[in-house]
Nanobody, 127 residues
């Protein structure tokens, strides 16, 4: 059974750092692209970043470029989204989701492109 489980969310202050995890099971992560998305209250779900396991390709939304880093450890069926120190802003508050698509990164920011979704983890940035 394919499963994606996000973890690592929480309440943090502006400027703090946070690392989200997306644990994959039921499929071989090496053949998939993992995307991170977020949805703030009253807003549409938007693409944040992607990681293509087969070739190591990564991409970021302009809003997080230089602040967030996506990564995965070879052999570890987990993809991380590191929200770097001094980078988190109140506007990053959202439920963060990961999603999986078989193959290389293509239309990674398109929600409909993905095969599987996790349930999400809440990130709240507030002083």
């Amino acid at each position: 059974q394919v499963q994606l489980v996000e973890s690592g969310g929480g309440l943090v202050q502006p400027g703090d750092s946070l690392r989200l995890s997306c644990a994959a099971s039921g499929f071989i992560l090496d053949y998939y692209t993992i995307g991170w998305f977020r949805q703030a209250p009253g807003k549409e779900r938007e693409g944040v970043s992607c990681f293509s396991s087969s070739d190591g390709y990564t991409d970021y939304a302009d809003s997080v470029k230089g602040r967030f880093t996506i990564s995965s450890t070879k052999g570890n069926a987990t993809v991380y989204l590191q929200m770097n120190m001094n980078s988190l802003k109140p506007e990053d508050t959202a439920v963060y989701y990961c999603a999986a698509k078989y193959g290389l990164a293509g239309s990674w920011s398109n929600l409909e492109w993905y095969d599987y979704w996790g349930q999400g983890t809440q990130v709240t940035v507030s002083s």
